[in-house]
Each structure stands twice: as structure tokens, then as C-alpha cells.
């Protein structure tokens, strides 16, 4: 919040050509495998036990990397100086239902999962609204399923 009132300010006041985005859960190849995803799928490739935090309700709007970079490029090309866009992937799902998405896929069990306790003050859920990136013509290309297949993928080559 603070560097987009710093951006703001500066366009306000010295005339900064200025666009701001703001995105949901990115996620893709070559993600730190410290991030949610790579972390479900490097556990579930050595049969580990995949940490879901309190009940796994916690939900989160998923956006494949690609479609941020083309999300961020359409702004670059049609947004309006001085403005700000949201950019989403679409795809509000509870962690514990993109944990299953991602063994499924897989082929892993459901037995991997381990309920660990919460984080103090953990959000329940994070919320976009991407209807001003909308009106540009933005759509996701990928599917939350395309998209984990071909994350998968990378890290199954990456190793």
C-alpha cells in the first residue's frame, strides 16, 4: 500500500507517467520452493507429508505467471496513465481443495496430507477485483489446471 501511495504521489505531483498493478497468488516454473505450490509438489513427489495449515478453508485467488506477464503487458499497452489494476487469476480456491487438485494430478495420495496448526493471524481469504483490467479485455489464458500441469512439469524437470 505504501509504494502505491508513492507512485501516486509522484505522478500527482511531478507528472510521473505512472501505471500501477496489483496481482493475486502467482504461481508457475520457477517459483521459490518455499512458495505454497512448489513446496506441495516437491513433498508429494518423495511421498512427504504436505503441511496444510488449521482447517485448509483458507482461500486464495491462483494466478499462473504467464497470464500476469500478459495481464501486465495489455496494461502497459491499454491502461491509462495515473490508474491502477487489479490482475487475477480467477481461481478462488480453498488451499486444502488446491492441495487435492495437485496430488490428483499427481497421481498421489490424499493420506499425504497433514493438518499442522494455523499461523496467528492468518487470512481467510484474499480477494481481487479485476474488473477494471476486465473492461481492457484481460482473461486469463490458463486454466488453475492447465496451469498446475505445467508447473508440475517444471519442477519434475528441475529437480
Known amino acids: 500500500a505504501a509504494s ?4 501516486r504521489a509522484f505522478h500527482k505531483t511531478y507528472d510521473v ?13 520457477g517459483q521459490n520452493t518455499e512458495k505454497f505450490m512448489p513446496t506441495i509438489i516437491k513433498k508429494a513427489a518423495k511421498d ?18 504467464k497470464d500476469h506477464c500478459y495481464g501486465i503487458n495489455l496494461v502497459l499497452e491499454k491502461g491509462k496513465i495515473g490508474e491502477k489494476y487489479n490482475i487475477g487469476g480467477g481461481t478462488e480456491v480453498p488451499n486444502i481443495e488446491l492441495v487435492k487438485m495437485i496430488l490428483k494430478a499427481m497421481n498421489k495420495p490424499e493420506s499425504l496430507i ?3 496448526t494455523d499461523r496467528p ?3 481467510r481469504r484474499y480477494a481481487i477485483n479485476c474488473d477494471k483490467i476486465s473492461a481492457l479485455g484481460y482473461k486469463p489464458k490458463f486454466t488453475l489446471e492447465e496451469g498446475i500441469q505445467k508447473t508440475i512439469e517444471w519442477y519434475g524437470e528441475n529437480k
Open 4 to 7: 502505491d501511495h508513492f507512485v
Open 17 to 29: 507517467p505512472a501505471i500501477i498493478t496489483n496481482c493475486s497468488n502467482n504461481y508457475g516454473p
Open 48 to 65: 512427504q507429508k504436505i503441511p496444510v495449515y488449521g482447517d485448509g478453508l483458507n482461500v486464495r485467488d491462483w494466478l499462473f505467471v
Open 114 to 116: 497433514e493438518y499442522v
Open 121 to 123: 493471524g492468518h487470512d
